[in-house]
Nanobody, 124 residues
């Protein structure tokens, strides 16, 4: 399994932007598809988006056009760029990894490794 360490997050005004990072160690990062999930207060953790181990991205409808996932395999890092943030985006964001997963894997139970989570708060 890969170990994941998250950074970024914080407090931002509505309409603002934030970028989250997730650094992997302990395994071959390039073999992993990397997902992002969000958990709002009192809510279940939900799929935000994923970037495949080979290529491609997929996003939840609520974030399409606002969020962008990218990866830098030379740095073992995946990023989540969030623009035009809204109060509904508030929550704890988690990165997750699945070895040789596809961009069609959106269920959290299918991911092998998880970051510690980072809080994103959008003030209106």
């Amino acid at each position: 399994q890969v170990q994941l360490e998250q950074s970024g997050g914080g407090l931002v005004q509505a309409g603002g932007s934030l970028k989250l990072s997730c650094v992997a160690s302990g395994s071959t990062f390039s073999h992993y598809s990397m997902g992002w999930f969000r958990q709002g207060a009192g809510e279940e953790r939900e799929f935000v988006g994923v970037i495949g181990w080979n290529t491609g991205t997929r996003y939840a409808d609520a974030v399409k056009g606002r969020y962008t996932i990218s990866r830098d395999n030379s740095k073992n890092t995946v990023y989540l760029q969030m623009n035009s943030l809204q109060s509904d985006d508030t929550g704890i964001f988690y990165c997750a990894g699945r070895r040789f997963g596809s961009i069609y894997v959106t269920q959290q139970k299918l991911y092998d490794s998880w970051g510690q989570g980072t809080q994103v708060t959008v003030s209106s």
